[in-house]
C-alpha cells in the first residue's frame, strides 16, 4: 500500500500553502490558550496519562460481559434539554450515543453535552461526607453529619429564629428536588429560599410576568425556525446555548431570516448574524426605545394588535417620544440609520422574535430591560404566534423548573404567591394543617424604625435574595428586616462566585456560623474563606445518578432516567433532604402521601409520587396534566415529534401532544391536554394549545390622564378570543361563582362540585381554576372553549412595580457621569428585607471621580466549555483542558496604551474594596475600545492568590483562576434584588 | 438506536471487560524505545477491508442533517 | 464504493467544541492530544469563521508519502489509517500534514515523542475489529459497528458532515443552494483534490 512519494512532492507546495494561510498572524482564543496554558497544565498531566488507559475499562470490572443497555437522561448543562443516550455496562456509564429521535436536539451537543459522562466519572467529586475540624477537612458519616447539621440549625432557630437559616436551592436540582427543598423551607419556617434564577433571569421572570401573565419563554427553540427575523440581544447563544444555534441558524437558512445581534461585544453570535449592532453595556431601554420611537414616527406600529390586546401603549409613548435619535446614539453609540434598520426590520419582517439573556437581565434595570423588549414585541404584534414571541434562554437545565417549584423568596411552588389562600391551598395539598405551618415561622420584633411582623405577616413577607446572602450576615442586625441576621447558610448546588462583591462574601462566610455545602463539588463557598470550624461538605449525586424531571426553557418537562447509582458516598438530593427533615423532626408531615422507597442509603422519596403530588397541586401553571406517565410516553416516542411544531405524529401514542406536554397543560391527566407550545396564541382552541393573555392585574383601571381627568378602562381583551370560545370576547379568570353566573355550573360532575363545597367552605364562589383541586373548573372552562385563567390584555404599563413605564437610566459606575444629571439612578429604597442604596453609590462613584481612575467598562459572560461558577465544568479533564485560563477580553487600543501584550498578566482593577484580580491579556477587536470582558466561570484565585490548598484534597477542580466577581460592583435591581453583573468600571495594567 | 448490532459480532462496549486483564501489555506496546525495523506495512485484506454500511443509525445522521 | 469524507459547512460552525470532547470521550484521548480541534479565522472580527479540523483522510496522504517505516494505509472506505506497532514517532508526518493532524503524546521528561496518534475517522486500526488491543491504541470502531464518527455524529449545529462524500457533498449543496450563501466547503479540495462544485 505504498503511495508514490512523487505524486505528493508536487502536491507539497500547494498544502504548505493553505496551512500558511491558517496560521500566520492568525490568533484565536484556543490558540492564545494553547501557547499560554497548554505547557503547564498540559505537560504534567500529559506525562501520568497513557494513550489507551482506559479507567473506564478498570472501572466497568471484569465480570462476564452482559452487554450494554441504554439509558436515557437529559444533559444537566444548559436549559435547551438535549436528550442524552447514555451506554451502561457493569453499572458503569462506559459510551454516549447520539439521541437522533430528540425534537430538541437531534442527535447533537455541545462541548459540555458531549462530555458529560466525566461527571460520574470525576475523580474530582467530593467522595464522602467532611467537616472542617479547626481547619483540617476531616471524613466523617452521613449519620453524623446529618446529625450535626441538625442540631446546629436548631441551636440557630432557637436563638436567632428559622429566618437565620438561608436555604440556598439549585437550578441543578429535578423538578422533584426542587420542590422538596420548597416544602423543607416552608416546614422550617422561613421565606429564606432561593436559587441560581434569582442571579439569571429574575428579572425576565418578573417582568414578563408583570406584562403578559406567566414567568417563562413564550415560544420555544424549535419554534425559531419559522421566524423572519431573530433579534439577539445580551444573548451569545452560540457559546451559551449551542445547540439551540440549530434550530436559529436552520430558520436563518430556511427563511432567509434576519439575524440581528445587538451586544456590547462582537460574540460569536454575532458572527453569525446578518447585522450586529454594537451597544454601550447597560443602555438596553435607550436602545429599545430609540427603535420604537421610530416605529411609532413610521406607523410600523400594531394597530389592532395594540386595540385589542394591549394596556397603556400610551403611556409608554409618552416616555418614548424623549428617545430621539441623537439622544438615543449619544446614549448608547448606535448610529440613527442601523437603529431605524433595524427597528423597520422588527416591526415589518414578520414573523419576528426577540431572544434575550442575561445581558438584558443582569442590571440594576433589569426588570425595567425586560418590560421595555415586552413592548417592542406588543407594539408590533409579536407575541402569540409561531415564529414570534419572548425566546428566553433560560440557564441552567432545570431553571425553569426550579422556578415553576418556587424555589424563590416570594413564592410557594407554582407561582403561588405568599398569600394566605395560597398558603392553605398548600396546606389542603400536602394534607397538613395551615396553622402548623404558620407557626414555624418567626415573630419579627420592631427594628430600624419598622413595625413588629406577626408570624402570619412574616410568611406572607417575601424572603432575603441570595445576591445579597453576605450582606444579611454581616449588616447590622437593625437594616435587616428579620429577626436576626443570617448564621447558617444550607447551600445545595450553587456556586459562591456567581455574584458580585466577592470581597465582602469573603467576610459573609467568615461570619457564619454554619456553613454547609451539598454538592458534587466543593464550590466557591468553601474555597473562598478559610474558615475553621461549622462547616459541612456534603457529597451529592448529579442528575445521571438519580431520575427525575426537568422543565427545559420552553417549558417542555423531560424525563430522565437513572443511569448509574451515586459514585463513591454520594447520595441524591431526595435522600438528603428527606433525612435532614426527618432530623429536624418533620419529615412525617412533610412527606405523609409521598411513597418511599429504597434507595443506596435507605428510604427516599419516590420522585414519580412526588411529582404526582406537584400534579395534585399545581393549577395555577397547568403542571397537573403532566403526569410521570405520560412523561415517560413522551420520552419513550420521541421520533414521534415534528421538530417545527413539536407536536405529536397522528396514529402514534402521543397523537396530537405536544413534546414534553409544556405547561400550562391544564386539568387531570386523563383529560389529556396537548400541552402549551406557544403561550397566549389565539388561533387555537385552548384545549388543543391555545391561549390569550392573563388577566392578572384586575377587570379594569381607573386612571389619570395627563390634564388630571380621570376615566375607567378594561384590563380584559377587546374582540380577541382563543379559537372556538364561546366568550367572543374577554373574561376574568374563571371561578365557581363564573361559571354559576354562566349557567356552566351545571356541567360540573358530583364529586368537582363536593370538592369545589369542602374548599370554599362559606364561600364557595371564591374557588377559582387555580385553587380547585378536582380540576372542575379548569375542565368546564376548556370545554366551552375558554382559557381557566381568563382572556385579559397584557400591560404596556406596569404601574404597581417600579418605573411602571421603564426609563434609561445610567449604570451606577457609569462611564458617563454627564448623563446622569438626566437619567440618574433610582432613589435609595428597600429591596425585599434590605436597602438598597442606587443613588448614594452612584453619586460616590462621580464624587470619587471612578469613571477617569477606573477608565473602561467591564462586562461579563459565558464561555462555551463552562458552566456558572465552573466547578463541574472545570473538573470535567475534557473540558478544562480547552479553557486553562482565565482571561479579561481587552481592545488593541486600549491594550497598547497601557503597554499590555497578548497573553501576559495583567492586574484588573475594580472601584470598591481595592479590589483586583490577575489574568491573562487576550487582545482582541472583539471587545470596543474602552470595554473588556471577563468571562464567570473562573474561581480558586483571590486577587492573585491561588487558593488551592482551600479544597478538600482531591477535590479541586483541575483549572482555577480568577472570579470575575471579586472586580464586580454593587447594584440591585428594585423588583428581584438581580445583581449588576455586566456593568461596572475596570482599570486593566500590566502586572 | 441502530439495531445494527449482530449477535457474533463484538459487543462494542463488551470487550472493556476484557481490557483490564490486558491493560499492562498494551500499555508496553506503546511504550517509547521500542525499535521497530522500517518495513513497510503491509495490510492484510482484513484490516483494509469497507467497513461503512448504510446503516439506519448512518441514515439517521444523514436525514437530521437535511433540512 | 462510498468514499469517506469529513465537511464542516463553515456557515454552520459556532466554536462550541462537541466536537472535541465527543472525540475525547468516544476514544479516550488522553490530555494534550487532539485528534480533533477547531480553529478560528478573523477572531472577533466582521467575517469570523470557524472550522472543526481533523485528519481529512486525504486521497493521496502526504503523511504517507513521507512516513520513513510506511506505517500507514487506506482502507476500502478509503479511510487513512497507520500501525502504531510501527511508527517510531518521528514526527514527519506532522509536517507533512496541511491539516495538522498528527499528534504525539510526551512520553519522557526530555520532550521525546511516543507514537503518533490522530484521527482514525472512528474507524480503529490494524488490529482485529472492535478489538480490546484496537480500542487501546486507536480508540473505537464506529464503522464496524455501522455508524460514522462522534464529532459529527454529535455536532451541535449540524456544521460538521461526515460519511458517504456523495451524500454529504449533496447534503451541503442543498444547504447553499436554500440559503443562498456558502463560503466554500473548507479543506476539501486540498484533501481530496476534487474539483466538486461545493
Redesign the interface.
Known amino acids: 500500500?505504498?503511495i508514490k512519494r512523487k505524486s505528493s512532492d508536487a502536491a507539497r507546495g500547494k498544502l504548505q500553502a493553505a496551512l500558511g494561510g491558517l496560521s500566520s498572524g492568525v490568533m484565536d482564543r484556543r490558540s492564545f490558550l494553547r501557547r499560554s496554558g497548554l505547557v503547564a497544565g498540559g505537560a504534567a498531566l500529559a506525562g501520568t496519562i497513557?494513550?489507551?488507559?482506559?479507567r473506564?475499562?478498570?472501572a466497568?470490572?471484569?465480570?462476564?460481559?452482559t452487554?450494554?443497555k441504554?439509558v436515557t437522561n437529559i444533559c444537566t448543562h444548559c436549559s435547551v434539554g438535549c436528550t442524552v443516550?447514555a451506554?451502561v455496562?457493569?453499572g458503569v456509564w462506559?459510551?454516549q450515543?447520539?439521541?437522533?429521535?430528540s425534537p430538541i436536539n437531534?442527535?447533537t451537543h455541545c462541548a459540555k453535552g458531549a462530555s458529560v459522562r466525566e461527571l460520574v466519572h470525576g475523580d474530582r467529586r467530593i467522595k464522602y461526607p467532611m467537616k472542617l475540624v479547626d481547619g483540617a477537612w476531616t471524613r466523617i458519616s452521613w449519620e453524623q453529619a446529618i446529625s450535626e447539621i441538625g442540631d446546629k440549625m436548631m441551636e440557630i432557630r432557637q436563638k436567632s429564629g428559622a429566618d437565620s437559616a438561608y436555604l440556598l436551592g439549585s437550578a441543578k436540582f429535578s423538578n422533584e428536588g426542587a420542590y422538596l427543598f420548597r416544602k423543607f423551607a416552608a416546614f422550617w419556617g422561613t421565606n429564606n429560599v432561593d436559587h441560581q434564577a434569582r442571579i439569571c433571569h429574575s428579572t425576565t421572570v418578573a417582568g414578563v410576568a408583570n406584562t403578559w401573565g406567566y414567568g417563562a419563554q413564550t415560544n420555544s427553540y424549535n419554534d425559531i425556525r419559522n421566524s423572519k427575523t431573530i433579534l439577539v440581544m445580551g444573548s451569545n447563544a452560540a457559546e451559551a446555548h449551542p445547540v439551540s444555534m440549530q434550530h436559529v441558524l436552520?430558520g436563518k437558512?430556511?427563511n432567509r431570516a434576519n439575524v440581528i445581534v445587538f451586544d456590547p461585544r462582537m460574540t460569536r453570535t454575532a458572527a453569525h448574524a446578518t447585522e450586529y449592532v454594537r451597544i454601550r453595556s447597560g443602555t438596553d431601554i435607550a436602545v429599545i426605545w430609540g427603535m420604537m420611537w421610530h416605529i411609532f414616527k413610521n406607523g410600523w406600529e400594531d394597530k389592532d394588535f395594540i386595540k385589542s390586546r394591549v394596556y397603556g401603549m400610551e403611556a409608554v409613548l409618552r416616555e418614548v417620544e424623549k428617545y430621539d435619535p441623537k439622544t438615543v446614539e449619544d446614549i448608547t453609540g448606535v448610529p440613527e440609520a442601523q437603529l431605524k434598520r433595524a427597528a423597520e426590520t422588527f416591526a415589518k419582517v414578520k414573523p419576528a422574535t426577540f431572544i434575550w439573556c442575561m445581558g438584558v437581565t443582569q442590571h440594576t434595570v433589569g426588570t425595567a430591560n425586560v418590560r421595555a423588549i415586552c413592548n417592542l414585541l406588543l407594539a408590533t404584534g409579536n407575541v402569540g404566534s409561531a415564529g414570534n414571541g419572548a425566546n428566553i434562554f433560560r440557564g441552567h437545565c432545570n431553571v425553569q423548573g426550579a422556578t415553576d417549584m418556587g424555589l424563590d423568596v416570594g413564592n410557594l411552588p407554582l407561582y403561588y404567591g405568599l398569600v394566605e389562600g395560597a398558603w392553605r391551598h398548600w396546606a389542603r395539598v400536602w394534607d397538613v394543617s395551615y396553622d402548623a405551618l404558620q407557626a414555624r415561622f418567626d415573630e419579627v420584633p420592631a427594628k430600624g424604625g419598622r413595625p413588629a411582623r406577626t408570624r402570619k405577616a412574616n410568611m406572607e413577607t417575601s424572603g432575603h435574595t441570595s445576591t445579597r446572602w453576605f450582606d444579611a450576615a454581616t449588616m447590622p442586625s437593625e437594616q435587616v428586616d428579620q429577626r436576626d441576621n443570617l448564621k447558617a447558610m444550607i447551600v445545595f448546588g450553587h456556586g459562591g462566585n456567581t455574584i458580585p462583591r466577592i470581597p465582602d462574601a469573603v467576610k459573609g462566610i467568615e461570619k457564619l456560623e454554619l456553613l454547609v455545602v451539598a454538592d458534587p463539588h466543593p464550590t466557591n463557598f468553601v474555597s473562598l474563606a478559610q474558615r475553621k470550624n461549622g462547616t459541612y461538605l456534603l457529597p451529592i449525586a448529579t442528575q445521571f445518578e438519580c431520575s427525575g424531571s426537568r422543565t427545559c426553557s420552553n417549558r417542555s418537562i423531560q424525563w430522565g432516567e437513572k443511569v448509574v447509582d451515586p459514585i463513591f458516598e454520594s447520595a441524591n438530593d431526595y435522600w438528603v433532604i428527606y433525612k435532614l427533615a426527618e432530623k429536624l423532626g418533620f419529615a412525617s408531615d412533610m412527606f405523609k402521601n409521598i411513597r418511599m422507597v429504597r434507595g443506596k442509603f435507605g428510604m427516599e422519596p419516590e420522585p414519580e409520587s412526588v411529582l404526582r403530588e406537584i400534579n395534585r397541586g399545581g393549577w395555577s401553571t397547568g403542571y397537573t396534566g403532566q403526569s410521570p406517565e405520560r412523561i415517560k410516553l413522551h420520552m419513550a416516542n420521541q421520533d414521534k415529534f415534528d421538530v417545527v411544531t413539536l407536536r405529536g405524529a397522528k396514529g402514534s401514542p402521543v397523537e396530537n401532544d405536544f413534546y414534553g406536554l409544556p405547561w400550562p397543560c391544564w386539568g387531570t391527566p386523563e383529560m389529556k391536554h396537548p400541552g402549551t407550545h406557544i403561550l397566549y396564541d389565539t388561533s387555537l382552541e385552548p384545549m388543543n394549545g391555545g391561549g390569550a393573555f392573563r388577566p392578572r392585574f384586575g377587570v379594569e383601571r381607573e386612571e389619570t390622564l395627563p390634564g388630571g381627568a380621570k376615566r375607567t378602562v378594561t384590563l380584559l381583551a377587546e374582540g380577541s378570543f382563543p379559537k372556538g370560545s364561546e366568550i367572543r370576547d374577554g373574561y376574568p379568570e374563571f371561578t365557581f361563582g363564573m361559571l354559576k353566573r354562566l349557567g356552566w355550573d351545571k356541567d360540573l360532575t358530583p364529586a368537582e362540585a363536593a370538592t369545589i363545597a369542602w374548599i370554599g367552605g362559606n364561600a364557595p364562589d371564591a374557588v377559582s381554576w387555580a385553587n380547585d383541586l378536582s380540576g372542575g373548573i379548569q375542565r368546564v372552562a376548556l370545554a366551552h372553549g375558554c382559557i381557566p385563567f381568563g382572556n385579559g390584555k397584557a400591560r404596556a404599563e406596569a404601574w404597581n412595580i417600579p418605573d411602571p413605564v421603564p426609563t434609561h437610566r445610567e449604570p451606577i459606575y457609569t462611564p458617563r457621569p454627564d448623563l446622569v444629571a438626566k437619567w440618574p439612578a433610582r432613589p435609595d429604597e428597600r429591596t425585599l428585607r434590605i436597602p438598597n442604596l442606587h443613588t448614594t453609590f452612584q453619586k460616590a462613584a462621580i464624587e470619587k471621580g471612578v469613571a477617569k481612575a477606573f477608565p473602561i467598562i467591564l462586562t461579563s459572560g459565558r464561555l462555551v466549555e463552562y458552566e456558572g461558577g465552573g466547578e463541574e465544568t472545570r473538573s470535567n479533564k475534557w473540558l478544562a483542558e480547552l479553557q486553562q485560563d482565565m482571561f479579561v477580553e481587552i481592545n488593541p487600543a486600549d491594550a497598547s496604551a497601557r503597554n499590555i501584550k497578548d497573553g501576559q498578566f495583567v492586574w484588573v482593577s475594580g472601584p470598591e474594596n481595592n479590589s483586583k484580580a490577575r489574568v491573562k491579556a487576550l487582545v482582541t477587536e472583539r471587545v470596543g475600545k474602552g470595554v473588556a470582558f471577563m468571562p464567570f466561570h473562573f474561581g480558586g484565585w483571590l486577587q492573585g492568590v491561588d487558593q488551592r490548598a482551600n479544597y478538600p484534597k482531591g477535590t479541586d477542580p483541575i483549572v482555577l483562576g480568577e472570579s470575575v466577581n471579586t472586580v464586580t460592583t454593587y447594584g440591585y435591581d428594585p423588583v428581584t434584588g438581580m445583581h449588576e453583573g455586566k456593568v461596572t468600571l475596570v482599570q486593566i495594567a500590566a502586572a | 438506536?441502530?439495531g445494527?448490532?449482530t449477535k457474533e459480532?463484538?459487543?462494542?462496549?463488551?470487550?472493556?471487560?476484557?481490557?483490564?486483564?490486558?491493560?499492562a501489555a498494551?500499555?508496553a506496546?506503546?511504550?517509547?524505545g521500542l525499535?521497530?525495523p522500517?518495513?513497510?506495512?503491509?495490510?492484510g485484506k482484513?484490516?483494509?477491508?469497507?467497513?461503512?454500511?448504510?446503516?439506519d443509525?448512518?441514515k439517521?445522521?444523514?436525514?437530521?442533517?437535511?433540512? | 464504493?462510498?468514499r469517506?469524507k469529513f465537511l464542516c459547512d463553515a456557515d454552520r460552525c459556532i466554536e462550541c467544541n462537541a466536537c472535541v470532547t465527543a472525540c475525547k470521550n468516544e476514544n479516550e484521548v488522553p490530555w494534550g492530544i487532539n485528534r480533533r480541534r477547531v480553529v478560528t479565522i478573523n477572531d472577533g472580527k466582521p467575517g469570523e469563521r470557524s472550522i472543526s479540523m481533523a485528519c481529512m483522510h486525504c486521497t493521496d496522504a502526504p503523511c504517507a508519502a513521507v512516513c520513513?517505516?510506511?506505517?500507514?494505509?487506506?482502507?476500502?472506505?478509503k479511510v487513512v489509517?497507520?500501525?502504531?506497532?510501527?511508527?517510531?514517532?518521528c514526527g514527519y508526518c506532522f509536517y507533512a500534514c496541511p491539516f495538522g493532524a498528527p499528534q504525539y503524546p510526551k512520553?519522557?521528561n526530555f520532550g521525546?515523542?511516543?507514537?503518533m496518534d490522530k484521527c482514525t475517522f472512528c474507524?480503529g486500526g490494524?488490529e482485529?475489529?472492535?478489538?480490546?488491543?484496537e480500542?487501546?491504541?486507536y480508540g473505537?470502531?464506529r464503522?464496524?459497528?455501522?455508524?460514522?464518527p462522534l464529532c459529527?455524529?454529535m455536532c451541535s449545529t449540524?456544521a460538521l458532515?461526515?460519511?458517504?462524500g456523495d451524500?454529504?457533498a449533496k447534503?451541503y449543496k442543498?444547504?447553499v443552494v436554500?440559503r443562498g450563501y456558502g463560503s466554500g466547503a473548507w479543506g476539501w479540495k486540498t484533501a481530496y483534490k476534487e474539483t466538486i462544485a461545493i
Open positions: 500500500m505504498l497513557q494513550i489507551g488507559a482506559v473506564k475499562a478498570e466497568a470490572g471484569m465480570g462476564p460481559a452487554g450494554t441504554v443516550k451506554e455496562a457493569n462506559v459510551g450515543e447520539p439521541a437522533w429521535d437531534r442527535g436552520s437558512e430556511i | 438506536m441502530s445494527k448490532k459480532a463484538l459487543d462494542r462496549r463488551g470487550f472493556i471487560k476484557v481490557v483490564s486483564l490486558g491493560g498494551a500499555a506496546s506503546v511504550a517509547p525499535v521497530t522500517a518495513e513497510a506495512y503491509d495490510p482484513e484490516e483494509t477491508k469497507g467497513r461503512y454500511r448504510e446503516t443509525h448512518v439517521a445522521f444523514y436525514r437530521t442533517n437535511g433540512y | 464504493m462510498a469517506m520513513p517505516v510506511d506505517c500507514f494505509y487506506t482502507t476500502v472506505d489509517l497507520h500501525s502504531k506497532d510501527l511508527c517510531i514517532g512520553v519522557g521525546s515523542r511516543g507514537k474507524a490494524p482485529a475489529d472492535l478489538s480490546p488491543a480500542f487501546q491504541k473505537s470502531n464503522l464496524a459497528e455501522g455508524k460514522l459529527a455524529e449540524k458532515l461526515a460519511g458517504d451524500i454529504i447534503i442543498e444547504r436554500k
